[in-house]
């Protein structure tokens, strides 16, 4: 299956905003767009060019594409299934994009970040109302119970993630359990809910052309 394996630090630093892949390191002093604000290649650290409305669309996509970890053959395939649904194209797309197994571990709590979640449900850690399943791009519906398995509740990265202080990336449509090791995704969001901070009409318009 492919996937990106370069440097993810350049991802952001292309989109001139976090991203939030690499999970705590993100909101560290360490976080690479704190240290360079500015897109990787020497030329970038100039003054850039006014973008052009196509370009901005562009921009857009791509930023979505890497906040949810998606190539674009597969992002266009959730493109046309949110334009074929009732209701708001944009709005249906981040619906989908939201429903993904790997995020809803990751807006749980359970990994600490998108990539992380990932790892955990392809190496048969993850199961939905006590069955495994090994597949990121799994497309849960309200109600199902996503849960880590009983062997990773000992691991470093998954404690460290479930006993956060601070969930920055829990959202109103999840619930937890109490031992905080699994939770529901408990409906399907509004565009209000969604904190990804994307603007989901110019993808629109660039697939519409």
Not at 35 to 62: C, D, F, H, V, W
Not at 100 to 110: A, E, F, I, P
Not at 114 to 134: C, D, M, P, S, Y
Request: glycine share 6%.
């Amino acid at each position: 299956m492919a996937r990106y394996t370069a440097a993810s630090c350049k991802l952001c630093r292309r989109e001139g905003t976090k991203l939030f892949l690499k999970g705590q390191r993100c909101l560290s002093d360490r976080c690479a767009i704190e240290r360079r604000p500015y897109a990787p290649g020497e030329r970038n650290q100039q003054r850039r060019s006014r973008t052009s409305e196509y370009g901005l669309q562009l921009r857009e996509k791509q930023k979505t594409k890497r906040i949810y970890g998606v190539l674009e053959n597969q992002f266009r395939g959730y493109f046309k299934k949110a334009a074929r649904q009732k209701g708001v194209t944009g709005e249906n797309l981040l619906r989908l994009l939201e429903r993904r197994l790997d995020n809803v571990v990751y807006r749980l709590g359970l990994a600490p970040s998108r990539k992380a979640a990932r790892q955990f449900v392809r190496h048969r850690n993850v199961t939905i109302n006590g069955k495994l399943v090994t597949i990121p791009s799994y497309l849960l519906e309200p109600g199902e119970i996503v849960s880590i398995s009983e062997k990773m509740k000992n691991n470093p990265v998954v404690k460290n993630s479930v006993q956060a202080k601070d969930r920055t990336s829990l959202v109103s449509y999840m619930t937890l359990s109490e031992d905080g090791f699994s939770g529901s995704f408990a409906s399907l969001p509004s565009r209000e809910d969604i904190p990804t901070q994307v603007n989901e009409q110019l993808i629109v318009e660039l697939y519409s052309k």
